[in-house]
């Protein structure tokens, strides 16, 4: 297991902001019947459970601090039996102020990835990265800001307005450069917006997948789609397609919401089938 890797002159770090409760498979997947999880039952779950983690990444590329999604933030979450995000705490753990990140940059916009975005405690609300500039997709944005989604989406109007009102935020779609070494890629299902980040340099590349992939019991089932997917035909199709690449490119993977010892690692494939291999 890797904490840290090096992917040419790119550095990816992994953070964790929280570890929520462990939900049900069927709960978290409800397409799945659970005696279909047999076959991966030791591989892919946690006595009986499916436990997600909310790590984010930071990435060092061309001098730049890159920090991909903000996890769930501080709570403590009434929704998450009270429990309480950390990233600022992992952040100064790994030698990282708040003042180092130049960008923020969001898989998708959904609370488990934006919550460390505006510190609302103030009489004002302010960027918990005070220098940084917050990238995020534009179709997300499209998305939840209409009439029928935005009440339901409370993070939007405290996670991602103020930011606007600040100035501080951009919204991007397809093949964004970010530096010369990152470039973001469409994956639409989980949400719209969904994007992956690929990063290459030296002839090393990885990508950064956000919620493409919630559990490695994805990589041998990439039909399995989670409950909270907006459009799952969308998000199978940019699963496999995302799958295809990794494999045929050798690319380094870096899935934050999977096990923090298992969270970096290779689509290999072996005898026919794909697998997780950790790094
Ligand atoms: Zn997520």
Same mark, same amino acid.
């Given at each position: 297991m890797v904490d840290k890797i090096q992917v040419g002159n790119v550095e990816i770090v992994a953070v964790i902001d929280m570890v929520p409760p462990a939900r049900e498979p069927t709960v978290f997947i /409800?397409? +799945?019947?659970?005696?279909?999880?047999e076959p991966y039952e030791d591989e892919v779950l946690e006595n009986g459970m499916l436990q997600l983690y909310y790590g984010c990444f930071f990435v060092r590329s061309e001098g730049k601090t890159i920090l991909i999604d903000t996890g769930?933030? /501080?709570?403590?979450?009434a929704h998450l039996e009270g429990r309480s995000g950390d990233l600022l705490g992992q952040l100064a753990l790994k030698? +990282?102020?708040?003042?180092? +990140?130049d960008i923020v940059l969001h898989s998708h916009l959904h609370p488990d990835h934006v919550?460390?975005?505006?510190?609302?405690?103030?009489?004002s609300p302010k960027p918990y990265f005070p220098n940084a500039r917050y990238m995020g997709p534009k179709k997300d944005w499209e998305h939840f800001m209409q009439p029928e989604i935005l009440p339901n989406a409370p993070h939007i109007t405290q996670n991602v307005v103020p930011l606007i009102e600040l100035g501080l935020m951009e919204f991007i779609e397809g093949? *964004?450069? +970010? $530096?010369?070494?990152l470039t973001t890629l469409d994956t639409p299902? *989980? $949400?719209?917006g969904h994007q992956v980040t690929l990063i290459s340099s030296q002839g090393e590349k990885a990508a950064i997948i956000?919620?493409?992939?919630?559990?490695?019991v994805q990589i041998h089932e990439p039909d399995w789609c989670a409950g909270?997917? $907006?459009n799952k035909d969308d998000s199978r199709i940019s699963r496999k397609a995302f799958l295809e690449r990794a494999e045929r490119d050798d690319l380094i993977v870096a899935a934050g919401h999977f096990h923090p010892e298992r969270h970096i690692g290779k689509v290999v494939r072996l005898e026919g089938r794909r697998y997780w291999q950790v790094l």
């Open positions: /409800p397409s +799945v019947p659970r005696e279909a999880w769930m933030g /501080p709570g403590p979450h030698e +990282v102020n708040p003042e180092d +990140v919550g460390w975005n505006v510190d609302s405690s103030g009489d093949e *964004h450069q +970010v $530096t010369g070494e299902g *989980h $949400t719209p956000g919620d493409l992939i919630h559990n490695p909270v997917d $907006t």
